[in-house]
């Protein structure tokens, strides 16, 4: 997440105010000014603006690494952007932004390795957009340089670990952990604790946080980090981490131990019910889905439970894996665990106490499914009360392939009668969640083409809007904004209507985002590279190309 290499076009402009100045007799700065800051040597990451640029709810971050800094941009009432300028560690590793858009955390490796005294330790910087737009840092030093981050969906945690990053920015040490993490607790900082992993050879690749989870024998219920290696699964309890003696992780291996073969995990799904505690693993080599259970301990009592564990062998490699709600044979709900299986064209229903399983033929070799329960049959998908429903897609280029309803209920007992094609013909590559109040719609991605649908899962339509070029899509609320990297032109779908309204800007759009005006409005805001970072900003509920305002040179200013 380097961005040295794109600031060329603002060493254009200095070198440009550097003769003209030159041009005006004035040959140095005086003693007493101080000398030239190194960061004016550096060139702004002009061709990296989709990587250093970020959305959030009340504003846009640009990241100038070089800078060491994030500049804040929040749009006022009369579409001027205000910027904020917040100091971040050296060396940027890793950036993401929460799942609430609220925050954006930026870990740096900082000035490593470490030569004098003064040279900066690595770091986690967490930035926020108060409710009065004025931007705040946290930030929380670190004794070891990092490469990844996994963010809480609730937001109490933030872990940095090695992952596939690691040292992506920094030189590596000579002797590295890369079973070591960084667990923060965001809600008492600067609080944060560093665990070593246990491990039978893998290293760290994605973490899970669960929701609180019922814990056996009666324990109070638990938040636990779920920790996918290349080899293995670790569970940490997140709760107890902070103890001052914390009960150490268990690592479950998922090989038998008899053959040499490595099973490599490619995802993991929790039972969303707070009443149980089970998870599914799935691998990319192997054609069994692996169902754990958290039980009472037997022996080592520092932890409040171990897993049980069931293999089940589902006749292929599976793409996706949930835990679901059908219907039994006397008409209550039944957990089982769903895994889409492309290669036989099925999706496989697994019993997890008994693994027998429950075959389902599909119309096309879907690979990903999300449920769909909470507007499909009307109920809140944490408090089960009917079957689940769930989005059938990712087909593959396969001709007609589309999207497809499932429901559950009629899988087990009738399931040649639990399949409904949507009228989405084209290979569907993704589909996109669209929050309040439109949550009854998805945005379908087509494979190729560029175009996409706008999916009404109550009426079970999917009208198409057709581009003339591949469209990069931005989901709010009420609208969907397309545009072409590169490209001048950006369309405004609102949900309501589906009737795009043409907008254009002077120069090339990279990215552009949705966020909420000082004024209690909305505005989009579209970012450029070309000749520096500049932006264009239109108002976003009444969007007009002749009421916009472009702001340009938005890194120029020192930090």
Known sequence: MNTRNARNARNARNARIVLAIAALGVVGLAPGCGGRASYWNDPIATGTTSATSYGLARGVALVDDAAHRVVVLTAQGDLQLAEQSLAVGHQIVDVVVSPDA???????????????????????????????????????????????????????????????????????????????????????????????????????????????????????????????????????????????????EITVPLTSGSTA???????????????????????????????????????????????????????????????????????????????????????????????????????????????????????????????????????GAGAASGVALWSLGNSVMQPYRSIQVVGATQPIKDAIDVPPPNQERKVLQMTSGGGFYVLDLLGRTAPPLTTTGTATLTIAADRVWAFQPGGTDLASIDFKTLNPIPLTTDLGIASVFEVARADGGRALVAMHTQGGFGATVFDATNPVTANSRRTGALLVEAP
């Open 261 to 395: 073969k490595q099973v490599t995990p490619a995802g993991l799904a929790v039972d969303s019910n707070p009443k149980d505690a089970r998870f599914a693993v799935w691998a990319s080599n192997d054609t069994n889905v692996f169902t754990l259970q958290l039980v009472a301990p037997t022996t080592d009592l520092r932890n409040d439970f171990r897993p049980s564990i069931n293999l089940t062998d589902v006749g292929g490699i599976p793409t996706d894996v949930a835990f679901v709600e059908t219907q039994s044979a006397s008409a209550s709900l039944a957990l089982r665990v769903a895994a889409l299986v492309p290669s036989t064209t099925s999706a496989v229903l697994i019993d997890p106490d008994t693994s027998v399983t429950t075959i389902v033929s599909l119309p096309a070799a879907y690979a990903s499914f999300s449920l769909v329960t909470n507007v499909a049959a009307g109920q809140a998908p944490a408090i089960p009360t009917a079957p689940d429903v769930a989005l059938l897609w990712n087909a």
């Open 102 to 248: 609220t925050r954006l955390f930026v870990l740096s490796a900082g000035d490593w390795p470490r030569r004098t005294s003064n040279d900066e330790l690595p770091s986690l910087t967490v930035i926020e957009i108060a409710d009065d737009f004025r931007a705040e840092a946290q930030a929380y030093p670190m004794s070891e340089p990092l490469g990844s981050l996994a963010i809480d969906p609730q937001g109490q945690w933030a872990v940095a670990y090695a992952g596939a990053s690691a040292g992506s920015n920094a030189a590596p040490s000579f002797v590295e952990n890369p079973n070591e993490i960084v667990i923060f607790d965001l809600s008492k900082p600067p609080s944060k604790v560093t665990r070593t992993l246990q491990s039978f050879g893998g290293t760290p690749q994605r973490l899970v946080f669960t929701p609180k989870l019922a814990m056996p024998a009666g324990k109070d219920p638990r938040r636990l980090l779920l920790i996918e290696t290349d080899i293995d699964l670790t569970m940490l309890d997140l709760d107890r981490a902070f103890e001052a003696a914390p009960p150490p």
